[in-house]
């Protein structure tokens, strides 16, 4: 029969040097950090869109036309798409690999979750940057009423 020591309390506590990277600590602290910038960015496009206007009637193909006309509010949107998707995609990696208990599994749930989330920042890069609500040669039945045709 064996018996083990238990140390006392204030004993020191070895730990173990890890040759893993650091990745899991970089986007523990990424959650943290993105999560608090995310705040910000989000309660301002909250309060311009609609506390400043007339509210949420006032959001229209116009409204966002004439929005990301800025380059200040397409830098703004570009920056809450990119760090909401990142931040999700960070999140839902970690649920996988908790979950997920075969490894075919959660690679295959993984490699969804990344081409997944690849293809939402480019188009939605790609639709922050192309919006064009007058688009110039465009049929003038078919554009917005405060295009000039």
């Not at 490894?103 to 081409?115: D, Q």
């Not at 039945?141 to 045709?149: H, K």
């Amino acid at each position: 029969m064996s018996t083990t020591t238990i140390p006392t309390p204030r004993a020191g506590y070895q730990r173990s040097k890890s040759s893993r990277s650091k990745f899991e600590l970089t986007a523990w602290a990424f959650m943290r950090l993105s999560g608090v910038v995310l705040v910000v960015l989000i309660f301002g496009h909250l309060f311009v869109n609609l506390w400043m206007g007339e509210g949420v009637k006032a959001i229209d193909f116009g409204f966002v036309g004439g929005k990301w006309a800025n380059p200040f509010w397409q830098i703004w949107d570009l920056l809450m798409l990119w760090l909401a998707m990142l931040h999700g995609t960070n999140g839902m990696r970690t649920i996988i690999a908790d979950y997920a208990e075969k490894p075919a599994t959660r690679g295959t749930l993984s490699v969804i979750l990344y081409v997944a989330s690849a293809i939402i920042l480019v188009l939605g890069t790609l639709v922050i940057f192309t919006f064009e609500p007058c688009p110039p040669g465009a049929d003038p039945a078919l554009l917005a009423s405060f295009c000039n045709a």
